[in-house]
Every structure is written in C-alpha cells, then in structure tokens.
C-alpha cells in the first residue's frame, strides 16, 4: 500500500519529515517537490510517501493504515509531516501523536480533517486556497494553527489562468512554510 523514499542521505541528528501525498498528487508534484527540497536544504531527513493504490471509499481508514506503514518503516516518529489534500487524512494521527503539520489544501469539507484541525496548536499550518473548494475556513474556526490563505488560488494553489500570480503567490507559500519549518523544535 505504501512505499517510503529517502528523499536526502541519512543523517542521524536530523530532524525527520514526511511528506504525504494527494490522490494522484505526488511528492514529484510542486507543492511537496519544494517542501521536500527546502526541508532538505535545512538539514532535514526526507521521507515521502507513494501510495501503490488509491484511497477507496473510506479516505480515513486508508490514510490510518498508511500511517501505520509509513512511520512503521521509519528509525523513528517523525518530527514533521508535511501532507497535500487525501494525505490531509493523516492530521487526527499527527496531531494526537504531538507531531506539526503543514496541511496544503486540507480537505476540510470532512468533519474528521475539519475537527482535527479546528484543534490543532500553534505548530502546525494550514495553507489553503479561495478558490478551492475543499477549503471553507469557518469548518476550522477555534484553531491555533496558523493558516495562510492564498486569494484566488484553486486546489493546486495555483490561480488559473495566471502563471505568473500562481508562481508568485507559491513563492509566498514557500516562504511561509520555510518559516514555519525553521520554528519546529528538535525532539
């Protein structure tokens, strides 16, 4: 069901993130392709996940199981998940482990990814666009996360018919995960 790559070489002092797929999003795709690359270039250990099959009818029980399999494979719990749209799935799992998230376009229309984030502390993001429509920020309302809405950005987070806004506007996500990353602590 899952299959981990080490994105970085090992590095034993190294922090560990993991970042969670879409359905038919990949870590290759842009908004984990950076993250990972930018986690990286912090020092990070990398980890991504590829899911050998689709998430059927019950997102939530899929993503438990790839939970299980993926920090099952790992030397250790992770210090950070980084997760796009179905891999949103995993927030219940990491927030009660204690574990930050950055949550790109979380599919908040499920109460389960809504009341875990609704409940989320200060280290975790949310990142979200206007035009999406999984996102609705008031199924979060109560959240001490910090979330970073992009105006007229689709699910992608990208603003269609625009590259150059889209490029913009993912530039400023970038930096903001950036900085949010550089805030989590060492376990």
Same mark, same amino acid.
């Given at each position: 069901?899952? $299959?981990?790559? +080490?994105?970085? !070489? *090992?590095?034993?002092? *190294? ?6 797929? /879409?359905?038919? =999003? ?7 392709? #950076? ?8 020092? %990070?250990?990398? =980890?991504?996940?590829? %899911?050998?099959?689709?998430? @059927? ?7 438990? +199981?790839? #939970? ?16 796009? &749209?179905? /891999? ?6 990491? $927030?009660?482990?204690?574990? !930050?998230?950055? #949550?790109?376009?979380?599919?908040? +229309?499920?109460? $389960?990814?809504?009341?875990?984030? &609704? ?15 999984? #996102?609705?920020?008031? +199924? ?19 603003? !269609?018919?625009? %590259?150059? *806004? &889209?490029?913009? @506007? ?16 060492? &376990?």
């Amino acid at each position: 069901m899952v $299959i981990l790559h +080490r994105l970085t !070489p *090992a590095a034993d002092t *190294a922090r560990t993130a993991v970042l969670l797929p /879409g359905h038919g =999003y990949t870590a290759q795709a842009p908004l984990l392709h #950076w993250s990972g690359l930018l986690l990286a270039e912090a020092g %990070w250990n990398v =980890y991504a996940v590829e %899911w050998t099959d689709a998430a @059927a009818d019950d997102p939530a029980a899929f993503l438990r +199981r790839a #939970w299980a399999e993926a920090t099952g494979a790992l030397e250790r719990v992770p210090d950070l998940v980084v997760a796009k &749209s179905l /891999g949103t799935f995993a927030a219940p799992l990491a $927030i009660a482990a204690g574990i !930050p998230g950055v #949550w790109l376009t979380p599919l908040v +229309r499920h109460d $389960i990814v809504a009341e875990a984030l &609704s409940a989320a502390s200060d280290d975790h993001l949310v990142v979200a666009g206007t035009a999406d429509a999984s #996102w609705n920020r008031d +199924r979060i309302v109560g959240t001490r996360a910090s979330v970073a809405v992009v105006a007229d950005a689709d699910h992608s987070l990208l603003i !269609p018919g625009d %590259w150059r *806004a &889209s490029y913009a @506007a993912q530039q400023t996500v970038f930096a903001r995960i950036a900085a949010h990353v550089a805030d989590v602590p060492h &376990s």
